[in-house]
């Protein structure tokens, strides 16, 4: 029989993703609603388009290499990123240690909240001192070590299941608990199924760090072969895709954001600014979350390839934020929602207290890079939580879904430019 705990910490299934053809998806409502809210906002491509004819082509590739290096011979942040291996590995000796009864599970803990704690402190503490690290490079680094962060916390949680239930399970048998491993088909290919303690190697630690998740569990869902075709079409959108997001940024944005610094511009400006912006994260979420999280999974055949649902069909704000980005749900569901309603905790509070950690790690990942406080990442995030009320309550399917799409359109441009407001400020000391 396979260990209980392979069933117990399974999140994952073998599917494929909404906008790959062969999830047979076709329910597409919610672009209808977003085709009239882009409407709504048509001028704004009217001045866009006119910015070709003001400013030139300013596109720029070799530009590009500046934001991620100051001296083309000193890559910190690379260095860095290479430097949280140390982290992983020490995640996996505690375990094994623990495995074996050589430290307490008092012990163990303390020993990893310290390793997590470190993970984002360290990586921080590096960003603000070494000057050479761009703010591009301090989002890249960060942006690993806040995903090492909650993939060590889930690996740390899995593997102190598997042992509560190996011993609840050694209380009930007179014999010694034992670990068997089990061969099981999965379409044409034949998996070999571990169970705990078998799990605790480097190649399951490191095939866990690569996987296109952020939630452990003992055996993934394994697809049965590599779709060449398929592979080298996600290769491709994600080539052609990430040009075309430097192109627009350079020759759309760059000349947004600047005429919003001049007095008396920003709230002008703001309107050319909504469309461009909404534009790239559009773009960006298809390139991440389709694109790569596919290519990435399609190499490691990782069966489960739910990286999104159809949060374009929202019609409040809490299913937006449960669907847009599956693998941080997961997360916030299994380790962090889940067990604070077992402790009694109201769905309420438990639902503000997700978006409190959400809306943490939004400001870590700007304030940091950027080397400036100003919290409006943070209050951006906290204001979701009256909005989805209001929604919630007031509206309902299609004007439910346009305000999802108004929301998404209009509030991320007024986050940029007021960091790129400041940032301006504090570098050149006047907006004029």
């Known amino acids: 029989m396979v260990n209980d705990c392979v069933f117990f910490c399974r999140c994952h299934n073998l599917q494929e993703s909404l906008l790959s053809s062969a999830s047979g998806y076709s329910n597409y409502r919610g672009i209808l609603n977003w085709c009239v809210v882009m409407l709504m906002t048509s001028y704004s491509c009217k001045i866009y388009f006119c910015s070709f004819f003001r ?49 307490s599970e008092t012990t163990g803990l303390i020993l990893h909240l310290f390793n997590l704690t470190s993970l984002l402190i360290f990586p921080s503490a590096s960003v603000l001192t ?17 995903v090492l962060f909650l993939k060590l916390y889930s690996y740390m949680d899995s593997n102190k299941w598997c042992r509560e239930i190996r ?7 007179t014999r010694s608990y034992s ?27 490191y095939y866990f760090i690569f996987a296109p998740t952020l939630c452990y ?81 399609e190499l ?30 997961k997360w916030c569901l299994r380790h962090f929602y889940k067990p604070m309603l077992r402790k009694g905790v109201n769905k309420f509070l438990a639902q503000t207290a997700v978006f409190l950690a959400s809306a943490f790690f939004h400001e870590y990942l700007v304030s940091v890079p950027l080397k400036m406080f100003r919290l409006w ?9 009256p909005l989805a009320l209001f929604v919630s309550r007031f509206l309902n399917g299609n004007y439910g879904n346009a305000a999802v799409w108004i929301s998404l359109i209009i509030g991320q441009p007024i986050a940029v430019l007021m960091y790129v407001h400041d940032y301006y400020v504090i570098h050149y000391g006047s907006t004029t």
């Open 55 to 103: 400013y030139g082509i300013l596109v720029d590739p070799i530009q590009v290499v500046s934001l991620f290096l100051k001296d083309p011979y000193s890559w910190p942040a690379a260095c860095l990123i290479i430097v949280s291996n140390v982290f992983i590995l020490a995640a996996l000796y505690i375990e094994r240690r623990l495995a074996v009864g050589t430290i």
């Open 130 to 146: 070494v000057t050479s690290i761009t703010p591009v490079g301090g989002v890249l680094s960060l942006g690993t070590y806040t």
């Open 167 to 173: 011993q609840a399970k050694a209380k009930r048998m």
């Open 179 to 205: 670990c068997p491993i089990v061969a099981q088909s999965n379409g044409s290919a034949v998996n070999t199924n571990v169970s705990y303690p078998g799990n605790l190697t480097h190649r399951d630690m």
């Open 217 to 297: 569990q003992l055996n993934f869902p394994r697809s049965p072969r590599i779709r060449k075709r398929f592979l080298i079409r996600r290769l491709f959108e994600m080539l052609f895709l990430m040009q075309l997001l430097v192109g627009l940024i350079q020759q759309w944005m760059v000349p947004s954001v600047q005429n919003s610094m001049k007095p008396f511009q920003v709230c002008i400006n703001m309107e050319t600014l909504t469309v461009p912006n909404h534009l790239i994260w559009l773009i960006f979420f298809y390139w991440f979350f389709h694109s790569s999280l596919n290519f990435v999974a």
């Open 300 to 329: 490691l055949q990782f069966g489960d390839r739910e990286f999104y649902r159809d949060w374009w069909n929202s019609e409040t704000v809490t299913y937006f934020w449960a669907n847009w980005n599956i693998p941080v749900h």
């Open 377 to 385: 990442a943070f209050m951006g995030m906290m204001a979701q939580v």
